[in-house]
């Protein structure tokens, strides 16, 4: 079966470190997206990738950064690790370019900045 | 005013009974509407889409009122297993997606 996966599913990290979350999808997806989920904020969208070799900005895109090397990977890298990136990330997926593809989402990293 | 609002909650509603949410949304030219169902420390599941028709699935039921700019969720004969946030989305175009903070219901015996 096609699916989604996250990695770390947990990650604890220091203030200033560099991290890479891994997103990998088996559904040949052209869409990718980043988001976070924070109490009282729901999810916001981070990066999003309409292809290869393709990526956007999305609401809260300062600090983060991704890359599209190939359908199935959008790793998202925090460059200077900050307390104010401990959140919850989803990485989605979705198919063509209609407004009604439904976003199928990985299990999540929990990342905690100390 | 927020793209897309949603009543936090929680709703607390005993089982079997019937439970309705709204959503509000700011942006008239918003194409398409979901409803999207996320268990506690879980990712969103899609739930159903909204059409302009309405939308019904076994108990659950999904209305679009684009005059107002609401999308509403009914659930009806309530479970335990319903228990979960549900979060509306709104879709503006071309992937340009907007999540509401979610609703929590609890289904309690």
């Known amino acids: 079966d096609a699916e989604i996966t996250q990695s770390p599913r947990h990650k604890i990290t220091e203030t200033g470190r560099q991290v890479t979350l891994a997103c990998h999808q088996t559904?040949?997806?052209?869409?990718m997206f980043w988001y976070r989920q924070d109490l009282g904020h729901g999810l916001r969208l981070i990066h999003y990738s309409y292809g290869v070799q393709d990526t956007n900005k999305g609401e809260v895109s300062d600090g983060y950064s991704v890359s599209r090397s190939n359908t199935e990977d959008l790793p998202l890298t925090l460059e200077s690790a900050a307390s104010s990136q401990t959140s919850v990330y989803f990485c989605?997926?979705?198919?063509?370019?209609?407004?009604?593809?439904?976003?199928?989402f990985g299990p999540g990293t929990r990342l905690t900045v100390l | 005013r927020k793209e897309v609002e949603q009543d936090p909650g929680p709703f607390n509603v005993p089982e079997g009974a019937t439970v309705a949410f709204n959503c509000t949304y700011s942006?008239?030219?918003?194409?398409?509407f979901f409803w999207y169902r996320q268990d506690c420390r879980k990712e969103p599941k899609l739930l159903m889409s909204v059409y302009s028709s309405g939308n019904e699935d076994g108990r659950f039921t999904a209305q679009l009122n684009r005059a107002s700019q609401y999308i509403s969720l009914l659930i009806r004969d309530s479970k335990l297993s319903d228990s979960a946030t549900y979060l509306c989305?709104?879709?503006?175009?071309?992937?340009?997606?907007?999540f509401g903070t979610g609703t929590k219901l609890q289904v309690i015996p």
């Open positions: 989305v709104v879709n503006e175009g071309y992937q340009k997606v907007t």
């Open positions: 989605a997926s979705s198919a063509g370019a209609s407004s009604y593809n439904e976003q199928f």
């Open positions: 942006n008239s030219a918003s194409q398409s």
């Open positions: 559904w040949n997806h052209n869409n």
